[in-house]
């Protein structure tokens, strides 16, 4: 049985009555080959999101705690589902429609370039297994802060990625926001999709000796 986190791999053992040695632990990986290249040195403002637009998600959290961040920061979300509607509302009661732009249906090589230029990417899910999103935000040496659930909290270090707990408070999702900015991504160590294969290979080389 394969799990690519340790969330994960509680949860077959929880909900399947799996053996835990019959879990073995890879996980996902990105193409490194897309995220070859240096993060620009000029001061962005940009935080970034990406995924589906569901309530569960915690989109919200990062438009409310917009306010409390200087005016010149900026939400690219990037994604769509049925939450949309909701926060376009909320970014316009707030009066933040100039400062929340929504985008969909991006070419492939605009979203490395968004991962590349944004500030911070922040995702606030209650439940994610793993999360690619993240994983391609640190490859592109974009900080992240994440929510302190499921799997995301397995990419929390407190250099690259900082964590921020349920429920949600935006003054603390602000100043984690502002601390991760400041930092420089380092010593993340991301699996190639290349790895994956030959993890997988060697299991079930195994599993035929």
């Known amino acids: 049985i394969i799990s690519v986190s340790n969330y994960e791999k509680g949860l077959l053992i929880k909900d399947f009555g799996i053996d835990e040695n019959r879990i073995w632990l890879v996980p996902n990986g990105i193409d490194q080959a897309e995220f070859i290249g240096e993060k620009g040195l000029e001061e962005s403002q940009t935080i970034l ?14 438009i409310q705690a917009l306010p409390l961040l200087g005016d010149d920061y900026c ?10 509607a909701e926060l376009t509302k909320l970014a316009d009661r707030l009066g933040l429609s100039q400062r929340v732009r929504f985008n969909q249906f991006l070419p492939r090589s605009e979203l490395i370039k968004m991962y590349f230029q944004a500030a911070v990417l922040v995702l606030l899910s209650q439940r994610e297994a793993f999360s ?6 640190l490859a592109a040496k974009t ?12 990419w929390v270090d ?5 964590g921020v ?24 160590k991301l699996w190639d999709w290349d790895d994956v294969v030959r993890e997988l290979e060697h299991i079930y080389n195994l599993g035929q000796g």
């Open 132 to 137: 690619i999103v993240v994983a391609e935000a």
């Open 143 to 154: 900080p992240c802060v994440v929510a302190n659930t499921s799997a995301l909290r397995e």
């Open 75 to 84: 939400l690219e979300i990037v994604g769509r589902g049925t939450y949309k």
């Open 49 to 62: 999101y990406v995924g589906r637009l569901e309530q569960y998600k915690g989109v919200q959290y990062i």
């Open 158 to 162: 407190n250099r690259n990625c900082f």
């Open 165 to 188: 707990d349920y429920p949600i408070d935006v003054a603390q999702l602000a100043e984690a926001i502002s601390k991760a900015k400041a930092k420089r991504v380092t010593d993340v």
